[in-house]
């Protein structure tokens, strides 16, 4: 079946640092991959999402390309921010990502000024 | 965006007590609604999916008639976890679509459940 293998957290980071935080995948057929973000005492946005093989997401500052070759979708952010302190969930699923995802066990990530 | 709000965020509870977690769309009318838990250290683990106005669909190793989902109108959800034991204590998360979400997902901010 589909799964999803996340870097093990916490992640914690001063202001400013290189981000990348692993994912990769195992499934069949060719499903969407997307990162969602949870904020402190919020629900799950989606951050970005890729729909297939080399498609780069990308969203305020953060990236992260589909890799059939190697099946991975590590998300990545040049220079952090402390407001950037959260839990981060990689997930695949069907095309539009508005059903069933599988989820990776999220990763905190705190980053201190 | 849109908004679904779940509630309680935290819940404390004795063994053998039933819980209620609502889930509600705001903004949105929520045609789907999934039920996910996630275990410490954990993935998030979908329960089931619900659609307004029909039965749930529960994932294999999910007991049906502990956790109770009605989905009866096109805002709200609940999730009735009956004859808690501990080994229930988790976090719950709802999310939801609709016709109007553009087939995104809008989640809830999720519920701890702890049973004594």
């Known amino acids: 079946g589909n799964s999803v293998t996340q870097m093990e957290g916490p992640v914690t980071l001063s202001e400013e640092a290189f981000l990348t935080i692993n994912c990769t995948y195992t499934?069949?057929?060719?499903?969407?991959l997307f990162w969602y973000v949870q904020y402190p005492g919020e629900g799950l946005q989606l951050l970005l999402k890729a729909t297939k093989a080399d498609d780069k997401g990308s969203n305020k500052g953060f990236e992260a390309t589909y890799r059939k070759e190697t099946t991975s979708f590590h998300l990545e952010k040049g220079s952090v921010q402390v407001s950037d302190s959260a839990v981060y969930f990689c997930a695949l699923g069907p095309l539009g990502g508005s059903e069933k995802l599988v989820f990776g066990k999220g990763t905190k990530l705190t980053v201190n000024p | 965006g849109a908004v679904v709000s779940q509630h309680p965020s935290r819940v404390i509870c004795k063994s053998g007590t039933s819980v209620k977690i609502e889930c509600r769309s705001l903004?949105?009318?929520?045609?789907?609604m999934f039920w996910y838990r996630q275990f410490p250290k954990q993935s998030l683990m979908l329960m089931a999916t619900s659609n307004e106005g029909s039965k749930a669909t529960y994932e294999q190793g999910v007991e049906k008639d502990k956790f109770l989902i009605n989905h009866a109108s096109l805002t709200l959800s609940t999730l009735t976890v009956t004859s808690a034991h501990p080994e229930d204590s988790s976090f719950y998360i709802c999310?939801?679509?609709?016709?109007?979400?553009?087939?995104?997902?809008?989640f809830g901010s999720g519920t701890q459940l702890s049973v004594l």
């Open positions: 903004d949105f009318q929520a045609t789907t």
């Open positions: 999310s939801a679509n609709g016709a109007t979400t553009n087939e995104k997902l809008f």
């Open positions: 499934a069949t057929g060719y499903p969407s």
